[in-house]
């Protein structure tokens, strides 16, 4: 078996799918892209592509290391992400020829079913937890907010006193029975982090994400130290060496991103070196089908596994087009009581609708991540 011919496709909203064909006709696909730079990672498959030609896409292993190291330089979401969607396409079609879904090949079902979670979007705490109540209607037992909008170098006691608001709007809606995982972006510095972590507490969040920038990891363990609230982090750290730290700091939970940490491949061993911390793994995945597909796959076969994020109706994507529009079957996407069951069709198990990836890969798009500003003129974070 031989690779023939590795195809890019720029679908709405902000995605970007890869299409791997072999000479027997088996096809697999990934989701290779960094949001905001679909172009960049397009290039970056092409030129990866050129080795994997004419090689036999089974052995991945050996293909994820040609194509992580190969290169004097290393690493970097642009590269990563490339990576990653070609080897999610690689798994796909490793699936597909003996005819086992991924988990089996990565060592068998550890779980029924995984548990997900949706996004509450929302400006005002009145408007956040009426979107999270309807979350919780449409089935799901967890959901995840952002903690803020804009947020200033040094917060004000109101701004303080809204971001608290805000959770606690949401948790009287939804009751103790449902978590709530609190999104800071990254917009939040180390001193505001560390007032607003314990003013959480009682809210009881499953988890606080990104607390502070990655590049201000050197203070994570004094965030950490800061309350009882679990850290989770990763969407942004793409291998092994990068989560290493952060978990030596004390997060609780690791947030790789099957489309930008270097795909299966990568993010089972992000797993496994979370669990000798006592970590748990909780996928990135505000991203489409296949990314999705990748991530559940995984959870499948994973023991530390916590939940997937998922975006269906997620706000990013409001007036675009939808995770399910480009699959035939949309029933594996169903959540049973918050829940997804584990699949059993082989290869990352899902039918992508090619004919729809095609007619919307005519059109493109060009989504960028907005650019905040701050009243004085200066760059916010989003």
Not at 206 to 230: K, Q, W
Not at 296 to 315: D, K, R, W, Y
């Amino acid at each position: 078996m031989k690779i023939t011919r590795i195809e890019t496709f720029a679908v709405p909203p902000r995605w970007v799918f890869c299409r791997i064909e072999t000479d027997d006709g088996l096809v697999g696909w990934g989701e290779p892209v960094v949001e905001g730079r679909a172009d960049t990672v397009r290039a970056a498959v092409g030129e990866l592509a050129g080795y994997l030609i004419g090689e036999d896409p089974r052995a991945i292993e050996h293909h994820w290391q040609v194509l992580t190291k190969a290169g004097f330089y290393r690493g970097g979401p642009v590269f990563s992400s490339a990576v990653a969607g070609l080897d999610q396409a690689l798994w796909d079609i490793l699936g597909k020829s003996v005819g086992l879904p991924v988990h089996m090949l990565l060592g068998g079902p550890v779980r029924e079913r995984v548990r997900m979670y949706g996004w509450v979007g929302g400006d005002t705490p009145a408007a956040v937890g009426e979107g999270a109540l309807a979350q919780k209607e449409a089935g799901l037992t967890a959901i995840k907010m952002n903690l803020s909008g804009r947020w200033d170098p040094m917060a004000t006691a109101a701004s303080l006193r809204e971001a608290v608001e805000r959770v606690a709007q949401v948790r009287a809606a939804v009751g103790d029975e449902t978590d709530i995982c609190i999104d800071f972006h990254g917009r939040i510095g180390v001193a505001d982090a560390r007032r607003l972590l314990p003013a959480l507490e009682p809210l009881k969040p499953l988890f606080a994400e990104e607390p502070i920038l990655n590049e201000h990891g050197m203070r994570m363990a004094d965030v950490v130290a800061a309350s009882t609230v679990p850290v989770a982090t990763g969407e942004r750290l793409y291998d092994r060496g990068q989560f290493l730290p952060m978990l030596q700091a004390g997060v609780a939970v690791v947030q790789p991103d099957l489309s930008h940490a270097g795909g299966i491949s990568e993010v089972r061993r992000i797993a496994a070196l979370a669990e000798t911390f006592g970590a748990s793994l909780a996928p990135h995945c505000p991203l489409g089908p296949i990314a999705l597909a990748s991530s559940l796959q995984v959870a499948f076969a994973t023991p530390n596994f916590l939940l997937q994020e998922q975006s269906i109706g997620i706000h990013y994507n409001e007036g675009s087009a939808e995770l399910l529009d480009y699959v035939v079957d949309r029933a594996p996407f169903a959540f049973a009581g918050g829940h997804v069951q584990r699949w059993e069709a082989p290869g990352l198990g899902i039918e992508v609708d090619e004919q729809a990836v095609r007619a919307a890969d005519a059109h493109g798009h060009r989504w960028h991540t907005p650019r905040w500003s701050h009243p004085d003129g200066s760059f916010a974070e989003w």
